[in-house]
């Protein structure tokens, strides 16, 4: 049902990728960034946490540098047509109306692929329902968010690694 959103061009392959593998890793990684954040002090259980971190986002950067890719609006309109055909009755409102104002509000968050697949993801295995464009909006805006925050993190993780081991050797 992708021509809820827009209809298929002839001889189009889109490709969705899906990124629930890298649920773990970021809540790994997130653990790790809360922990770094309010530590007190350097301890040998931060270090071996950054350390399992660090490890956590070697396995998972590939997956995660694909996540983070600017989605072209065809990459949007697959994975909302999909989301969309989850839902077998989805109301009488002109769905084709309603998938396109979905698309370009969402592509006016200007998403990753991970961020658009994740919020899709997480809202049909929460929710009976059709999402309302907003609470799509908001999902896309708080996996954008996470994601954004776990680039950010392991861009630092060497770093803060290199600072809790130089804090431990010098105690």
Same mark, same amino acid.
């Given at each position: 049902?992708?021509?809820?959103?827009?209809?298929?061009?002839?001889?189009?392959?889109?490709? $969705?990728?899906?990124? +629930?593998?890298?649920?773990?890793?970021?809540?790994?990684?997130?653990?790790?960034?809360?922990?770094?954040?309010?530590?007190?002090?350097?301890?040998?259980?931060?270090?071996?946490?950054?350390?399992?971190?660090?490890?956590?986002?070697?396995?998972?950067?590939?997956?995660?540098?694909?996540?983070?890719?600017?989605? *072209?609006?065809?990459?949007?309109?697959?994975y909302l047509g999909l989301?969309?055909?989850?839902?077998?009755? *989805?109301?009488?409102?002109?769905?084709?109306?309603?998938? +396109?104002?979905?698309?370009?509000?969402?592509?006016? @968050?200007?998403?990753?692929? +991970?961020?658009?697949?994740?919020?899709?993801?997480?809202?049909?295995?929460?929710?009976?329902? @059709? *999402?309302?464009?907003?609470?799509?909006?908001?999902? $896309?805006? $708080?996996?954008?968010?996470?994601? +954004?925050?776990?680039?950010?993190?392991?861009?630092?993780? *060497?770093?803060?690694?290199?600072?809790?081991?130089?804090?431990?050797?010098?105690?």
């Open positions: 049902m992708r021509e809820i959103v827009e209809p298929p061009r002839r001889g189009e392959n889109v490709s $969705v990728p899906t990124f +629930g593998e890298l649920d773990s890793a970021l809540r790994e990684l997130a653990e790790a960034r809360e922990a770094a954040a309010v530590a007190p002090a350097a301890t040998p259980a931060l270090l071996e946490q950054l350390d399992r971190a660090i490890a956590v986002a070697a396995r998972s950067e590939d997956l995660l540098s694909q996540a983070m890719k600017p989605i *072209p609006k065809a990459g949007v309109v697959a989301l969309l055909k989850a839902y077998p009755n *989805p109301g009488s409102q002109d769905a084709a109306i309603f998938g +396109g104002f979905m698309r370009d509000d969402v592509m006016s @968050l200007e998403p990753s692929f +991970g961020a658009v697949e994740m919020a899709c993801r997480r809202w049909r295995r929460k929710s009976k329902f @059709l *999402p309302a464009i907003a609470e799509m909006m908001l999902e $896309v805006k $708080v996996a954008k968010s996470e994601l +954004g925050g776990a680039a950010e993190f392991v861009i630092r993780l *060497p770093r803060l690694r290199a600072e809790c081991a130089a804090a431990l050797s010098s105690s």
